[in-house]
């Protein structure tokens, strides 16, 4: 086995897409996120993207772009998973974190060799076709320049509410809410003009587009305003030629896990995100 790899994303991409796209949306990180660098025509020297080939076939893959290693695994091979984690050990990558499909990234976990101070468990589901639900009042309304700091300011709300860890810097955040605008991929549920729940695609591959970003103030949750903001999202996604809708849960969650049945999602992988001390 040996180890290669990557200076740009673009070159990850050629090398790796084919492999990835056999479970796309269990790989939806990877891609989504390889081909978001892409298009954007950054270039970040502490991007990391390496592969570990035996016989010129990929076994394992990872990349990261912020603290935490995204992994995947094509084999059953534990050497190839050992190996990813030895190369960010032998090039003196710190690790925040690890996230991949729960049995990989705990095998990473254990080869890098940091204690874990938490675990999420997660679930990646996947939508085909929407199910027939009664709507909450209100309609769906695309996100416009004019909401920038609107967005700016429920995403602090959200990633406060959700405990992510490390949280995005306010830049980060702008980024994002920036290059969902500007694609029109960031929505609202609305009632007589006012805002009550938030939803964006996230990331899209070549026939998945992913759900995300989901929140609604405490104050007004309960009403099923989410609920019909996911759906008209999903339904938004399917009308534009994607062929499958994919969002995560954390497992505990049993109300999250309940609302996206309902509509018509089904778990398909469980992942795991590991925070190292």
Known sequence: MQRISYSQASEYLAAT?????????????????????????????????????????????????????????????????????????????????????QSIAKAFSKHYGKEQIAETGLLVHQLHSLNSIEFAPGKMMVATQEHFNFICGWTHKFEKDALIDPPKSKEEIARSTQRWIDAGQIFFWVIDEVIVSMAAIVRTTAHVGIVGLVYTPASLRGNGYATALVHAVSDAILKQGYASCGLFTEKSNPTSNKIYHRIGYVPIAEFSEITFL
């Open 17 to 101: 897409q084919q492999r990835l796209a056999e479970k796309e949306l269990e790989h939806n990180l990877i891609l989504g996120i390889s081909n978001a660098i892409v298009a954007s025509g950054e270039s970040n020297p502490n991007h990391v993207f390496v592969n570990i080939i035996k016989d010129e076939k990929i076994l394992a893959s990872s990349m990261k772009t912020a603290s935490r290693a995204i992994i995947a695994n094509f084999s059953s091979d534990d050497e190839a998973v050992k190996m990813l984690a030895e190369y960010y050990q032998e090039v003196s990558i710190a690790l925040d974190g690890v996230v991949g499909e």
